[in-house]
């Protein structure tokens, strides 16, 4: 049904299952549905610094201003020369090594979230910077999980040694700890030795921006505000640490990659769209988005075909209320079930044939059919709690598949024998779900597509090389 409501070892949980019990629920109501669970395992993953597992109160306030002034839709337009440059240096490593798609797909999400926040230029063989986020990262997506872990239970759990025989979750506990105050700490120390040196990539980021407008300070300025650099780096370790959407669209671009292979008339019809809007002289850009209907329709379902966080953040009620007839005690932990048959994303209601990749279904006449239910309004959370980062999310998603799309044809994958082989979906389980395996074969289009991706990556790495 809709709702679902069960407890249990003293906790309560609300599974809303459609788009209309959530925005009822979690938007007309977001003054009281707009915490979160206080379990342990936000502090046993090193987690109590991201605020987008704060509590509802002033602090995540303050901790979510100083992110959004630099994250909302104009704010981000600054951001798309990177996002555009990551792209271009994304298709080269795609075309020198294309049995590395995922983590060159990686890099191209980790280059832009390090370039925007920090100034931070990643090295494109082997950088430390995105190893130490993919751990941590890893340890949220694992650590998460609503009901995976008994010490969300029994809280007293956490308290046992690490030595204790049988201990095996302690010592996870510590690594996962141990990652993200490296990630916190690591990128925010650089740039704040790069400010010192004037460096104008780093003056130009985000965090060089909070630094220089905060009441902190510049670095060698009198701190007497040291809750001010708490919440700068905080929302700098968060903005990388996923932005946490840069992970969300990484995810869904394996996804695309993966639907794209086993779906080749679907690239057949991107190819005619780029060639009619884009031409073969020059790559797509932000500005083509309006006329590429059909490139946007591939987001949506892929969006909508392979949800990354399937069961959202969950939220929590902060005081008891009546809903519909029921008693909703405060500290319920409310889950939207965005994933699962029957409910959102795969309600076929809605969708018809909802585990087939088909963007066609969000055009109508010519255009985006606005009728429609549209992924955007759910895949990025409700209420006070929606993604401040989706707009930097959904930009980067835009740009790399409409670049991929311009110059690469994407097919099955081949076997040894050079035989192509249908791969059935399957998509991990966790915080974060990603697909199992994502393999294809991708290749130039043609060898002026080839020559363009060389030339850009080129005009990128110089224009980088002189910042």
């Given at each position: 049904g809709e709702v679902m409501y069960f407890g249990g070892l003293g906790k309560s949980f609300l599974v809303l299952g459609s788009v209309e019990v959530m925005s009822e629920f979690l938007e007309k109501r977001s003054g009281t549905t707009s915490s979160r669970s206080a379990t342990p395992l936000i502090e046993l993953t090193g987690s109590d610094f991201n605020f987008g597992f704060m509590p509802y109160g002033q602090r995540w306030r303050a901790h979510r201003r100083a992110f959004w002034n630099y994250m909302h839709r104009d704010a981000c337009r600054a951001y798309q020369d990177i996002q555009r440059g990551?792209?271009?240096?994304?298709?080269?490593?795609i075309l020198s090594d294309p049995a590395n798609l995922r983590k060159h797909l990686k890099f191209n999400f980790s280059a832009s979230a390090l370039k925007a926040i920090y100034g931070i230029d990643i090295d494109e063989k082997e950088d430390v910077y995105e190893k130490v986020m993919h751990d941590t990262t890893a340890a949220v997506s694992q650590g998460l999980v609503p009901g995976k872990w008994?010490?969300?239970y029994l809280p007293v759990l956490r308290h046992v040694p690490t030595w204790f025989p049988g201990a095996r979750s302690q010592r996870i506990w510590a690594k996962w700890q141990a990652y993200s105050l490296l990630a916190r700490n690591l990128p925010y120390d650089y740039a704040l030795s790069a400010m010192a040196s004037d460096r104008p990539s780093v003056q130009d980021s985000i965090v060089g921006r909070l630094l220089a407008n905060s009441p902190v300070g510049p670095p060698g300025a009198d701190v007497g505000a040291a809750q001010g650099d708490d919440i700068i780096k905080n929302v700098a370790a968060v903005g990388y640490e996923a932005l946490i959407t840069a992970w969300q669209v990484y995810s869904t671009l394996l996804g695309t990659m993966l639907a794209l292979s086993l779906n080749h008339e679907v690239v057949v019809k991107a190819h005619a769209e780029l060639d009619a809007v884009v031409g073969a002289a020059r790559m797509p850009d932000f500005d083509d988005e309006s006329s590429l209907v059909y490139i946007k329709a591939i987001v949506m379902e892929a969006l909508r075909w392979h949800n990354v966080t399937s069961v959202g953040v969950p939220h929590a009620t902060t005081e008891d209320q009546q809903w519909r007839g029921w008693f909703i005690p405060s500290g319920t932990v409310v889950i939207a079930n965005q994933w699962y048959a029957e409910a959102c994303m795969h309600d076929a209601s809605i969708y018809p044939d909802p585990f087939a990749f088909r963007p066609g279904r969000f055009i109508r006449n010519g255009r985006i059919d606005e009728t429609l239910l549209s992924p955007f309004?759910?895949?990025?959370?409700?209420?006070?709690?929606?993604?401040?980062?989706?707009?930097?999310g959904l930009n980067g998603l835009f740009i790399t598949v409409a670049s991929i799309l311009h110059v690469f044809d994407i097919t099955a994958p081949v076997d040894e024998r050079g035989q192509p082989f249908k791969i059935e979906p399957t998509f991990t389980d966790g915080f974060l779900s990603y697909p199992e395996d994502s393999r294809c074969t991708v290749l130039p289009r043609s060898p002026e597509h080839e020559k363009m991706i060389r030339s850009h990556a080129e005009a990128y790495r110089a224009a980088r090389s002189q910042s």
């Open positions: 990551a792209a271009h240096l994304c298709l080269d490593k008994l010490v969300e309004q759910v895949v990025f959370g409700f209420g006070r709690r929606i993604c401040p980062g989706r707009y930097f």
